[in-house]
């Protein structure tokens, strides 16, 4: 069974940079995209990027210049950057795995990471 | 940008059929993922590629999309089907949640 955790600091400043960790098992992170998506009471679901091993990667265009995903295999993990946080970036966050074929669809997700900025 | 627009609420009974519509722009020409979420919970995938489940998913869920509407069907509606439900799509390289719909199952 695949499973994700992420990690990383809950409570963050306003301008500071939110770095957060997703520990995958039962699945190497060379196969597959992995992804990361937050969740705010206002604005529901938002997808933030993923990535695939060998560098492709991708960011929403709304958060495109803050965001960076990267893996690290030896760990099987991969990571989240997002610089310049605002008290608009407080939210759960949630890395999950995304299956493609055809399209993409998020089949396995982490429990979440409540990340609150303070201002 | 492209928008996915869900109905806030939608009520059923108990045993009764649910049907939660998920409207975009000529979005029968994507494909349409289903996710379900319960309180304090992260999503599960409910369904994908329009109507596809994924293995674990009752059979009385069901998918469609056609046209501008993706609808997510519950059949013979649960208790434990109460919960948020979220489709999601693609639009330019971009993954687009829909708002939620709260089903409640009075």
């Known amino acids: 069974q695949v499973q994700l955790q992420e990690s990383g600091p809950g409570l963050l400043k306003s301008s500071e940079t939110l770095s957060l960790s997703c520990t995958v098992s039962?699945?190497?992170?060379?196969?597959?995209?992995w992804s990361w998506i937050r969740q705010t009471p206002g604005k529901g679901l938002e997808w933030i990027g993923y990535?695939?091993?060998?560098?492709?990667?991708k960011s929403n265009p709304t958060l495109k210049s803050r965001v960076s995903i990267s893996m690290d295999t030896s760990k099987n993990q991969f990571s989240l950057s997002l610089t310049s946080v605002t008290t608009a970036d407080t939210a759960i966050y949630y890395c999950?795995?995304?299956?493609?074929?055809?399209?993409?669809?998020?089949?396995?997700w982490g429990q979440g990471s409540l990340v609150t900025v303070s201002s | 940008s492209y928008d996915l627009t869900q109905p806030p609420s939608v009520s059923v009974s108990p045993g009764q059929t649910a049907n939660i519509p998920c409207s975009g722009d000529?979005?029968?020409?994507?494909?349409v993922s289903w996710y379900q979420q319960k309180p304090g919970q992260s999503p599960v995938l409910l369904m994908y590629?329009?109507?596809k489940r994924p293995s674990g998913i009752p059979e009385r869920f069901s998918g469609s999309n056609s046209g501008n509407t993706a609808t997510l069907t519950i059949s013979g509606t649960q208790a434990m089907d109460e919960a948020d439900y979220f489709c999601?799509?693609?639009?330019?390289?971009?993954?687009?949640f829909g708002g939620g719909t709260k089903l409640t199952v009075l």
């Open positions: 039962g699945a190497s992170i060379k196969s597959y995209y």
């Open positions: 590629q329009d109507a």
């Open positions: 990535m695939y091993h060998g560098g492709n990667a």
């Open positions: 999950a795995r995304a299956a493609c074929a055809g399209d993409c669809y998020f089949d396995f």
């Open positions: 000529k979005l029968g020409f994507n494909y």
């Open positions: 999601q799509a693609w639009d330019s390289g971009t993954a687009i």
